[in-house]
């Protein structure tokens, strides 16, 4: 069992920049895949981007591409994502997630375990 609190939200302006931190707790995280996920109000929870357990891969979103960066501290069994240059449709409630199998995954279904999301909003 993995258990993942996020935190990290905040109120930004457009242009601006934020990092969001998911630790886990539990069995050995270092051996999980991760992901962030997000879901904006009225629509479905999307791919962010996503991290090999052993930081090796890391694959994103075509929405985040050159402005988002996955990466993970496995001493600190800590996830990260840095999030720049947002822009107001990056508000949703961000979620990390983890999987056992070792590959990538951008599939919701994909994931068994979540946290409970954590805020951002970007102001126009």
């Known amino acids: 069992q993995v258990q993942l609190v996020e935190s990290g939200r905040g109120l930004v302006q457009a242009g601006g920049s934020l990092r969001l931190s998911c630790t886990a707790s539990?069995?050995?995280?270092?051996?999980?895949?991760m992901g962030w996920f997000r879901q904006a109000p009225g629509k479905e929870r999307e791919f962010v981007a996503a991290?090999?357990?052993?930081?090796?891969?890391?694959t994103y979103a075509d929405s985040v591409k050159a402005r988002f960066t996955i990466s993970r501290d496995n001493a600190k069994n800590t996830v990260y994502l840095q999030l720049n240059s947002l822009k107001p449709e990056d508000t949703a409630v961000y979620y990390c997630?983890?999987?056992?199998?070792?590959?990538?995954?951008?599939?919701?279904?994909?994931?068994?375990?979540w946290g409970q999301g954590t805020q951002v909003t970007v102001s126009s």
């Open positions: 991290i090999h357990w052993a930081g090796r891969s890391t």
């Open positions: 539990g069995r050995t995280f270092s051996s999980y895949t």
């Open positions: 997630a983890a999987r056992a199998p070792d590959f990538l995954s951008t599939r919701k279904d994909g994931y068994g375990y």
